[in-house]
T-cell receptor
Framework: QKEVEQNSGPLSVPEGAIASLNCTYSDRGSQSFFWYRQYSGKSPELIMSIYSNGDKEDGRFTAQLNKASQYVSLLIRDSQPSDSATYLCAVLLGGGADGLTFGKGTHLIIQP | GAVVSQHPSWVICKSGTSVKIECRSLDFQATTMFWYRQFPKQSLMLMATSNEGSKATYEQGVEKDKFLINHASLTLSTLTVTSAHPEDSSFYIC??????????FGSGTRLTVV
């Protein structure tokens, strides 16, 4: 059974601060990891992908992966009100024939 | 970038009728497309994997006779919700990968069955 766990929140962060989102997964065979942002009533949009242990930075976003701990995180620096959304962690097992397994998402609120 | 076009964006239908949702890859070929369903305040749940030229693979608990999938070409997959009931009301989203292990999502279809 593939499971992806996230704290549903809401997580409230002041504007300009760092937002830290966490995700754990159950299947040790998972190879690819993604963070998606979803606004209410919209489909998810890809924020970051990460495939190997360590950190990956893209602008204000940093994804961190620790396969030994089965843990993925997303850091958002200089948080903006427009970052307020639900952030979905998604995991892919193997080559992708199975589709993505999503967590329930963390609702992030950036307070102006 | 790769685009997946999904139509309609919303639909209201009467209980017992069927609804077809289309998903097209606009600038790439997709031998595989994925169909997800999302209920309010819930995560996306994979319903089925659509394979071009062959039968779709359904996740456990998803009725294949109710959710008909057709993937007749490398750029088009359709999901038909047959004999829809109010409990089928949900947000349906398709996805495909243009390669490099990235996944692009359609804009979603909000289905309301009355």
């Amino acid at each position: 059974q593939k499971e992806v766990e996230q704290n549903s929140g809401p997580l409230s962060v002041p504007e300009g601060a760092i937002a830290s989102l966490n995700c754990t997964y159950s299947d040790r065979g998972s190879q690819s990891f993604f963070w998606y942002r979803q606004y209410s009533g919209k489909s998810p949009e890809l924020i970051m992908s990460i495939y190997s242990n360590g950190d990956k930075e893209d602008g204000r976003f940093t994804a961190q992966l620790n396969k030994a701990s089965q843990y993925v995180s997303l850091l958002i620096r200089d948080s903006q009100p427009s970052d307020s959304a639900t952030y979905l962690c998604a995991v892919l097992l193997g080559g992708g024939a199975d589709g993505l397994t999503f967590g329930k998402g963390t609702h992030l609120i950036i307070q102006p | 970038g790769a685009v997946v076009s999904q139509h309609p964006s919303w639909v209201i239908c009467k209980s017992g009728t069927s609804v077809k949702i289309e998903c097209r890859s606009l600038d790439f070929q997709a031998t595989t497309m994925f169909w997800y369903r999302q209920f309010p305040k819930q995560s996306l749940m994979l319903m089925a994997t659509s394979n071009e030229g062959s039968k779709a693979t359904y996740e456990q608990g998803v009725e294949k006779d109710k959710f008909l999938i057709n993937h007749a070409s490398l750029t088009l997959s359709t999901l038909t919700v047959t004999s829809a009931h109010p409990e089928d009301s949900s947000f349906y989203i398709c996805s495909a990968s243009p390669g490099q292990q990235g996944y692009t999502f359609g804009s979603g279809t909000r289905l309301t069955v009355v």
